[in-house]
């Protein structure tokens, strides 16, 4: 489950993910191990927003407070009885006050508030309510017993608010420039383990070589549609975008587990109908070069300019990038990986309907590898 927090003060946004159930996730200020810490513009108040978040009776709960272990660490600078402060949930169009010690449940789309008041200067309330939105300023008002919000002239309101994440903009979010993952992404994939790596490799042959024009226009625009066309049908990738190039990782256990070769050569059917009109229009056609490999990798969380995305990291996808890089391959051909090779190499539709050559490179570092050149029979 993801989470994105916004403060009401300085206006800063940040992101949590829930991922290990047997963590509890702190929120608050003046205390070590904060997992969110509150906005550093509350410098001469003591915030009572507190709370965290536990996974609790098979689903993950948010309470007001800090769990018991953690009270004896808080140093109260300032004591303010008569001050309010509180957390409080928005499902759909109702607010609730989650009361001390009861969890409330964390869903899809909810919001959640955390509330603090007190005596104030004007101008820094209303450097929060101008911040706040109107739902904060709902709660605000509603849960301090504002009848009119001339009332608040008395009151201090700093706030953090949070919102659950759907599927879908949790896929938004982890996204980074030219990274993607898919919506369909399973949840299964343990974040610092290895995982199986069907990965392809593709870039447009002699792309730098050709004028601006046909790269901008023509070449690039098509390699991307068939992209698009192709990878709705499948889950659990990811996805490298390279300019006129791409890697592309199908993590997991897979029906076919070959999918590398079989969206290679999907690839290639889709480019030689849209080849096929380049001639008609008389637009200069484009081949693609290709390198299938097969491996253990390593899947890890990855920030690029402050947005955060998923990476693989290992031999698998390392070698496929040395093949890309300097092995020999022409037209149709795929570049294919030893461990590829060595897997499907005698399955029958690879036996009948493709010659299949080895070779060998060096690369930059001096590396030496082997791989097979496929090439479909009668092409």
Not at 114 to 142: C, H, I, M, P, S
């Amino acid at each position: 489950m993801k989470l994105a927090f916004y403060c009401g003060v300085c206006g800063r946004q940040e992101s949590m993910e829930l991922n290990d159930k047997n963590r509890v996730y702190l929120i608050g200020r003046d205390i070590e191990g904060l997992d969110i810490k509150l906005c550093p513009d509350e410098k001469s108040t003591l915030s009572r927003i507190q709370a965290h978040i536990k996974y609790d009776k098979n689903a993950w709960r948010l309470f007001d407070g800090m769990p018991t272990e953690n009270i004896g660490r808080q140093a109260v600078k300032i004591s303010k009885p008569s001050s309010f402060a509180g957390s409080f949930i928005k499902r759909g169009s109702e607010f609730r006050f989650i009361p001390y010690g009861t969890g409330e449940e964390l869903r899809e789309g909810d919001q959640a508030y955390f509330v603090a008041t007190g005596k104030t200067e004007r101008n820094v309330l209303a450097k929060w309510l101008n911040r706040a939105g109107t739902d904060a300023q709902a709660a605000f008002y509603k849960y301090n017993s504002f009848n009119f919000k001339t009332d608040a002239a008395n009151f201090d309101g700093f706030k953090y608010k949070l919102r659950v994440l759907s599927d879908a903009e949790q896929a938004a979010k982890m996204r980074a420039n030219n990274m993607l993952v898919p919506v369909n992404f399973s949840k299964d994939f343990e974040i610092g383990k290895e995982h199986l790596n069907y990965c392809l490799g593709l870039d447009i042959r002699g792309s730098t070589g050709a004028d601006l024009e046909t790269q901008r226009d023509y070449w690039i625009p098509q390699f991307n549609a068939i992209l698009n066309e192709l990878l709705p049908a499948y889950s659990d990738y990811l996805l490298i975008l390279l300019g006129d190039g791409a890697y592309i990782s199908f993590l997991g256990q897979r029906d076919h587990q070959d999918v590398n070769f079989e969206f290679a050569m999907k690839f290639l059917d889709r480019m030689h109908v849209y080849n096929a009109d380049n001639r008609k229009k008389g637009i200069p056609e484009w081949s693609i070069r290709l390198a299938v490999n097969m491996g253990k990798d390593r899947l890890a969380h990855v920030t690029i300019a402050g947005l955060n995305s998923l990476n693989v990291y290992g031999n698998a996808i390392t070698t496929t990038s040395r093949l890309m890089s300097y092995g020999k391959s022409q037209g149709d051909e795929i570049i294919v990986g030893i461990p590829f090779h060595q897997e499907f190499n005698n399955f029958k539709y690879y036996k009948t309907n493709f010659s299949q050559t080895m070779d060998e490179t060096t690369d930059k570092n001096n590396v030496r590898h082997s791989y097979y050149v496929y090439k479909k029979i009668g092409q």
